[in-house]
Nanobody, 121 residues
Framework: QVQLVESGGGLVQAGGSLRLSCAAS????????MGWYRQAPGKQRELVAA???????TYADSVKGRFTISRDNAKNTVYLQMNSLKPEDTAVYYC???????????????WGQGTQVTVSS
């Protein structure tokens, strides 16, 4: 089995910063794309940022210039550095990964359990 475990969420004032981490574990041969999504109450889940194994990145327009996604392939971990946070960034943040697993070999898409980020005004 595979697990994605997120950490780093919490409560912060507007203008503050948080750093989210997501570590993947299990029968992992490799991880291609990794990403962060968020879902605010009453809204659909949306892509925040994504990164390929070769470190090509994509960002939602609403977070460009404020958030930075990065990864450590040796640790199977993806990070999201969030600066200049706004109240509208309040949401549950989910990690996602496209994995190749062994035993047997197969591709698999996995989600983390989510971590709450709350930005107060």
């Amino acid at each position: 089995q595979v697990q994605l475990v997120e950490s780093g969420g919490g409560l912060v004032q507007a203008g503050g910063s948080l750093r989210l981490s997501c570590a993947a574990s299990g029968r992992i041969l490799s991880i291609s794309a990794m990403g962060w999504y968020r879902q605010a109450p009453g809204k659909q889940r949306e892509l925040v940022a994504a990164i390929t194994r070769g470190n090509s990145t994509t960002y939602a327009d609403s977070v460009k210039g404020r958030f930075t996604i990065s990864r450590d392939n040796a640790k199977n971990t993806v990070y999201l550095q969030m600066n200049s946070l706004k109240p509208e960034d309040t949401a549950v943040y989910y990690c996602n990964a496209d994995l190749t697993l062994y035993g047997p070999i197969r591709t698999y898409n996995s989600w983390g359990q989510g971590t709450q980020v709350t930005v107060s005004s």
